[in-house]
């Protein structure tokens, strides 16, 4: 009890600091953070510059190139329709990539209204929702534009994560509710920014300059199904490749095409017992050859048989849906940069088939 009781050893007493030091040391901490997101709005800024001189230096060299954007002159699509830059890469957007967005919306509102203790919250949360009206416009702007810049779209983005992180530090022990919203609009926020990143894989098919070399479409697709076989080595599959298959073409972006396309089949046919995935091609006399993908999976209503060529738009609702759905849309991209188009038939439980000229 007299160890206990000598003074040296007793817990000193923590002394609160003063009301004004209290002021200083927070002014200081705000400091540091206005320092630290200045830096960050001017590495922004500088690759935001840099991405739109690249932007004017590609537009340049496409407007030189004869025919412009790789395209050979006077490039005509199915149906005698000149392939211009514009029915290239026009491309539907479903209206699923605005859901995010709608219910950050709507967690903004109801934080508004839940009585924030002091002013600063209110404002913040009043700057996300602003936030969100101009990513809204920058989505419809990249559904016109894919060569937009990709800071010019991930900028905003990053900006809103940094606003709900200070409001998570800030008002962390604000109660559960409040925790939980700010939890909620995050992840809201982490699927639109896949979204994005899918809608810029966009961009780089509009950016890629074409080549003009024979592919051997074969090779490919034997390539590509053996990736998938072994990727998934229990399940049973049977894949059938024509011989011999050759197109004229740049090899990257067919070779992502037909990656989109028996990667589709692949997973729509997990539910068979045995898949069974076919590439072959069809050639009239006069007319450029035709190939095709079948396989036996679950099909799709044929009334969407457009629809499923438009970013992010499904065929089948959750748990049979794979991904944003991106892939169709990537693949007919590809195929429209070479001027050429896809289209595809589906039925319901009879499998789906995929077919396209270059």
Not at 88 to 107: C, G, M, N, R
Not at 263 to 288: L, M, Q
Request: some cysteine; overall charge neutral.
């Amino acid at each position: 009890m007299d160890i206990l009781d000598r003074k040296e050893l007793r817990p000193k007493r923590r002394e609160l600091p003063s009301e004004e030091e209290f002021l200083r040391l927070h002014s200081l901490f705000l400091s540091e953070k206005l320092m630290e997101k200045t830096e960050e709005l001017r590495k922004e800024s500088v690759e935001h510059r840099r991405a739109e001189d690249e932007l004017m230096q590609l537009r340049e060299k496409e407007r030189q190139r004869p025919g412009g954007y790789g395209l050979r002159p006077g490039t005509v699509g199915q149906g005698g329709t000149e392939m211009t830059p514009q029915t290239i890469l026009s491309v539907e957007i479903d209206d699923q990539v605005y859901t995010p967005l709608s219910k950050i919306e709507t967690i903004c509102e109801s934080l508004a209204r839940g009585g924030f203790p002091d002013s600063e919250g209110v404002r913040l949360v009043e700057k996300i929702c602003l936030s969100m009206h101009k990513l809204r416009n920058l989505v419809t702007e990249l559904e016109r534009n894919f060569l937009l810049p990709r800071s010019a779209v991930l900028a905003p983005i990053r900006r809103i994560q940094i606003m709900i992180d200070v409001l998570k530090k800030d008002y962390a022990d604000f109660g559960a509710s409040m925790g939980s919203s700010l939890i909620e609009m995050e992840g809201q926020l982490r699927q639109f920014a896949a979204f994005v990143e899918d809608l810029l894989k966009l961009g780089n098919v509009a950016k890629q300059t074409l080549k003009n070399e024979t592919v051997n479409v074969t090779g490919l697709a034997v390539d590509i199904l053996a990736k998938l076989r072994q990727s998934a080595p229990h399940r049973r599959s049977e894949f059938s490749v024509q011989p011999g298959m050759t197109v004229t073409g740049d090899a990257l972006l067919l070779r992502m095409a037909l990656e989109q396309l028996l990667e589709n089949s692949w997973n729509f046919t997990a539910e068979r017992d045995e898949a069974r995935i076919a590439v072959g091609c069809k050639a009239e006399t006069g007319s450029k050859p035709e190939f095709y993908i079948r396989d036996n999976g679950i099909g799709f209503p044929n009334d969407k048989a457009k629809q499923i060529f438009n970013a992010f738009a499904k065929a089948h609702e959750p748990p049979r849906t794979l991904g944003n759905g991106i892939g169709l849309t990537l693949a007919k991209a590809a195929i429209r940069r070479h001027g050429g188009d896809i289209r595809g038939h589906g039925e319901p439980g009879r499998g789906a088939a995929f077919y396209f000229m270059v």
